[in-house]
Each structure stands twice: as structure tokens, then as C-alpha cells.
């Protein structure tokens, strides 16, 4: 393949998820571990929920033939023969004749057919009194009503939200086969790079992008490997690679341009094929796809705001579906603040600060970290155009991370 033959955003965001798999193999966990977790195969509810048939009210149960006549014109009293609160099992018959007291997920008592509200009747000493009359079945959930035995509760490659997780637990469910979470390496390369916490030389620039892609990976529901920094050269990058082998994806940030001490396209081309170099984009023209055995490997910017805007609009989108989630926000308009010029035959990605309807450009280049940070959103500016004027009307997506 040509070195830094450009490809379209579109076919590079494409090849990602074309490339980058669900992974096959599953694991058992504890259903109160689960959130955010993929199943891995549909899970049929084992009961009927709720299994018994129980008050939706406060109230009374009785015979619907009791009450039939009952109105405020033609009261009819009942002789109250129990009470039952929630958790307890009924001790009475409900009779011609007779009521029970049910509290708000009581289960019903045998012969019980409807539930009364409290509102709608008057208590004396051993009787109510009803001025209303009730249809069969009324304010009961029946055994079944919410969810039938059998019935799927959770389907293939859901995502376990916590309304799942809390379906689960109401039928009895405690573990859950999940798909395995999706592993990720992160190298970064670079002499002039280390590691928060070390020193820092005259000229060195602490690592952001590693934290930045880990932080951002875990939120998508990847397990995160980081392998540390590799240096400016062939051997040292390629020492990376051997040990992110066996990850589903990779992930290196900087030495993916055409700089003499640009190794990354060396070091991969020796241990797998490169598929894209070269995206008409602004930033990330230099971005890279390649496969490394079972491994999808994308080489990124260096610079910080390049790294994380081509994560965000290149990566994020293609692998988000993996794990069920939205790579970002549907796009919306907005007016531009200001005039920009722009590069034709380059789709460039511009951050935004919002303000009402308007788009206000930050103008501070590719290294400087802080424009991204300012940034609510991220422009996109077409590859057919050389300018937008102010007024103009630009497709924003909002980020908030």
C-alpha cells in the first residue's frame, strides 16, 4: 500500500468497525457486577413475575358479586375478617360476604376476585362499608402480569443497564453469562515523552494522551492495558507490538507521520499490513489502520487535542457498537461566531465553544491542549469549501468529557 495514501473519513471510520469484532468468548458474573456488561445470550424468565396475585393498592379485598350493587345511594356492608400487609401469607378465605384489608403488595387472599381502594369504602369496628362497586380483577396483578415464565427478559448482546440488572434480581437471577469485555492496549511513543509523576526535563512533555484514551475506553466498557512509552525507534515500538499481541485493538498515539523519527509504520508493516494510512482529514492526516494477527491497531496524533478530536470523531464512533453504546451525540446546527478558513479536500474537525445558536471557533492549533478542553463541541467543516463566513450555518457535535 502507498504510504500516506489518503483515504475518506468515511472509509477509515468504516474499515475500523468492519475490523474491530465483538469477542467470542463469555464469562459467568454475579448480576450485581453485571452493569454496562453485554449477555451473552437471551435469558428466559424462570418465574412468572409476580408469581402470586397481589394488591396494587391499599385496600380491600372482596367478591365482585358483593359489591355490584354498591353506590352511595345503596351502601353495602361486609364483615372484615383479616388484615394482610406485604410479605405476609393470607390466613383467611375471602366468602360471600366477608373482606380482607390488603396493604400495597399484599398477596391476595384465596376467593378474593378485586381489590376495593381504601378511599372508596368506610371501616367500623368489625365491617366496611361500600359505596362503590368493582370489576374483576380490579387494582390485582395477577401472577404473570409484568413479566410470563418463559417470556425473554433479557435478549442477545443487550446491554445490562441497571433497570436490567434490577429486572434480573426480581426474578431470582444471580449470575448472567456476559460477552468478554473488549481489550485494549495504549502505547505512546515518543523521546520527548514520560510518565506523570517522573521527572521533567527541559524539553520532555508529560504523557495526556495514554490517561485520556484509558479514561475514555473504560467509559465505552474496554478492559485497558496500558503498556507504557516506547521510544523513538523501530525496535523499541516494535517491542510494544509483541507485547500487545493478543489484544483486540491497539491503540498508539504519535510516530504515525513521514518524520525521520516516525517508526510506527516500520514496526508494524514487519509484524502485520497496514490497510490505511492517510485520512483527508484535519487534524489526524497521518492517522493509521493496520492488523497485527487477531489485533486492529490504529496509530493516532500526538498532539493532545489532535489525539483525543480524531479519537472522538474517527474511533470512538467505529468501536462504540461493540459494547453498545453511542460513539457520540447526533450532530446539530449552529451559526459560526466568526469567518474560518479551511482546507479543501480535507474534512476538518474544528472545536466549538457554544454559546446560545452560535459556534465560536478556538483558534490555538492542534498542540494546544487547552483548546479542546474550552471546546463544548467539534465543528465539521466540509472538504469542499476554502472558507465559511460568518453566520454561516455548521453541523456541531456537542461533547461533554
Given at each position: 500500500?502507498?504510504?500516506?495514501?489518503?483515504?475518506?473519513?468515511?472509509?477509515?471510520?468504516?474499515?475500523?468497525?468492519?475490523?474491530?469484532?465483538?469477542?467470542?468468548?463469555?464469562?459467568?458474573?454475579?448480576?450485581?457486577?453485571?452493569?454496562?456488561?453485554?449477555?451473552?445470550?437471551?435469558v428466559?424468565?424462570?418465574?412468572?413475575?409476580?408469581?402470586?396475585?397481589?394488591?396494587?393498592?391499599?385496600g380491600?379485598?372482596?367478591?365482585?358479586?358483593?359489591?355490584?350493587?354498591a353506590?352511595?345511594?345503596?351502601?353495602?356492608?361486609?364483615?372484615?375478617?383479616?388484615?394482610?400487609?406485604?410479605?405476609?401469607?393470607?390466613?383467611?378465605?375471602i366468602?360471600?360476604?366477608?373482606c380482607?384489608?390488603?396493604?400495597?403488595?399484599?398477596?391476595?387472599?384465596a376467593?378474593a376476585?378485586?381489590?376495593?381502594?381504601?378511599?372508596?369504602?368506610?371501616?367500623?369496628?368489625?365491617?366496611?362499608?361500600?359505596?362503590?362497586?368493582?370489576?374483576?380483577g380490579?387494582?390485582?396483578?395477577?401472577?404473570?402480569?409484568?413479566?410470563?415464565?418463559?417470556?425473554?427478559?433479557?435478549?442477545?448482546?443487550?446491554?445490562?443497564?441497571?433497570?436490567?440488572?434490577?429486572?434480573?434480581?426480581?426474578l431470582?437471577?444471580?449470575?448472567?453469562?456476559v460477552?468478554?469485555?473488549?481489550?485494549?492496549?495504549?502505547?505512546?511513543?515518543?523521546d520527548?515523552?514520560?510518565?506523570?509523576?517522573q521527572?521533567?526535563?527541559?524539553v520532555s512533555?508529560?504523557?495526556?494522551?495514554?490517561?485520556?484514551?484509558?479514561?475514555?475506553?473504560?467509559?465505552?466498557?474496554w478492559?485497558?492495558?496500558?503498556?507504557?512509552?516506547?521510544?523513538?525507534?523501530?525496535?523499541?515500538?516494535?517491542?510494544?507490538?509483541?507485547?500487545?499481541q493478543?489484544?483486540?485493538?491497539?491503540?498508539?498515539?504519535?510516530?504515525?507521520?513521514?518524520?525521520?523519527?516516525?517508526?510506527v509504520?516500520?514496526a508494524?508493516s514487519?509484524?502485520?499490513?497496514?490497510?490505511?494510512?492517510?485520512?483527508?482529514?484535519?487534524?489526524?492526516?497521518?492517522?493509521?489502520?493496520?492488523?497485527?494477527?487477531?489485533?486492529?491497531?490504529?496509530?493516532?496524533?500526538?498532539?493532545?487535542?489532535?489525539?483525543?478530536?480524531?479519537f472522538?470523531?474517527?474511533?470512538?464512533p467505529?468501536?462504540?457498537?461493540?459494547?453498545?453504546?453511542?460513539?457520540h451525540?447526533?450532530?446539530?446546527?449552529?451559526?459560526?461566531?466568526?469567518?474560518?478558513?479551511?482546507?479543501?479536500?480535507?474534512?476538518?474537525?474544528?472545536?466549538?465553544?457554544?454559546?446560545?445558536?452560535?459556534?465560536?471557533?478556538?483558534?490555538?492549533?492542534?498542540?494546544?491542549l487547552?483548546?479542546?478542553?474550552?471546546?463544548?463541541?467539534?465543528a465539521?467543516?466540509?472538504?469542499?469549501?476554502?472558507?465559511?463566513?460568518e453566520?454561516?450555518?455548521?453541523?456541531?457535535?456537542?461533547v461533554?468529557?
Amino acid at each position: 500500500m502507498k504510504y500516506l495514501r489518503l483515504s475518506g473519513y468515511e472509509e477509515a471510520r468504516d474499515a475500523i468497525a468492519r475490523l474491530v469484532a465483538m469477542p467470542q468468548e463469555t464469562e459467568q458474573v454475579p448480576v450485581d457486577e453485571a452493569v454496562d456488561r453485554i449477555a451473552a445470550r437471551d435469558v428466559p424468565a424462570p418465574i412468572d413475575l409476580p408469581h402470586y396475585p397481589k394488591s396494587q393498592m391499599d385496600g380491600y379485598a372482596v367478591k365482585v358479586d358483593d359489591v355490584a350493587e354498591a353506590s352511595e345511594a345503596r351502601p353495602v356492608t361486609l364483615t372484615i375478617i383479616g388484615h394482610i400487609d406485604a410479605g405476609v401469607v393470607p390466613g383467611v378465605t375471602i366468602k360471600p360476604g366477608a373482606c380482607a384489608y390488603v396493604a400495597t403488595g399484599a398477596a391476595l387472599p384465596a376467593g378474593a376476585e378485586a381489590v376495593v381502594m381504601l378511599e372508596d369504602a368506610d371501616l367500623s369496628e368489625s365491617d366496611v362499608v361500600f359505596r362503590r362497586s368493582a370489576a374483576p380483577g380490579q387494582h390485582v396483578m395477577a401472577p404473570g402480569f409484568d413479566i410470563k415464565r418463559g417470556d425473554i427478559a433479557v435478549r442477545t448482546y443487550d446491554r445490562l443497564t441497571p433497570r436490567l440488572i434490577g429486572v434480573l434480581s426480581a426474578l431470582g437471577i444471580d449470575h448472567i453469562e456476559v460477552v468478554r469485555r473488549p481489550r485494549v492496549a495504549i502505547v505512546s511513543t515518543g523521546d520527548e515523552v514520560v510518565t506523570p509523576g517522573q521527572a521533567l526535563g527541559p524539553v520532555s512533555t508529560y504523557d495526556a494522551n495514554a490517561a485520556y484514551l484509558e479514561a475514555r475506553l473504560t467509559q465505552l466498557g474496554w478492559h485497558v492495558a496500558r503498556l507504557g512509552i516506547a521510544a523513538d525507534t523501530s525496535a523499541s515500538i516494535g517491542e510494544k507490538l509483541d507485547e500487545a499481541q493478543g489484544a483486540d485493538l491497539v491503540l498508539l498515539s504519535a510516530g504515525v507521520s513521514k518524520g525521520r523519527r516516525d517508526h510506527v509504520v516500520d514496526a508494524l508493516s514487519k509484524r502485520g499490513e497496514i490497510h490505511i494510512h492517510g485520512v483527508a482529514i484535519k487534524p489526524g492526516k497521518p492517522t493509521l489502520v493496520g492488523t497485527m494477527g487477531t489485533s486492529v491497531v490504529i496509530g493516532l496524533p500526538g498532539h493532545p487535542t489532535s489525539c483525543a478530536v480524531i479519537f472522538t470523531m474517527l474511533v470512538a464512533p467505529a468501536i462504540a457498537a461493540i459494547t453498545r453504546r453511542t460513539g457520540h451525540k447526533s450532530p446539530k446546527s449552529y451559526k459560526l461566531k466568526t469567518r474560518i478558513t479551511a482546507t479543501r479536500g480535507r474534512l476538518q474537525f474544528l472545536p466549538v465553544r457554544l454559546e446560545g445558536s452560535s459556534a465560536v471557533p478556538i483558534f490555538r492549533g492542534s498542540g494546544a491542549l487547552s483548546s479542546f478542553l474550552e471546546a463544548d463541541g467539534i465543528a465539521l467543516i466540509p472538504s469542499s469549501v476554502e472558507y465559511l463566513d460568518e453566520g454561516d450555518d455548521v453541523l456541531v457535535y456537542e461533547v461533554d468529557d
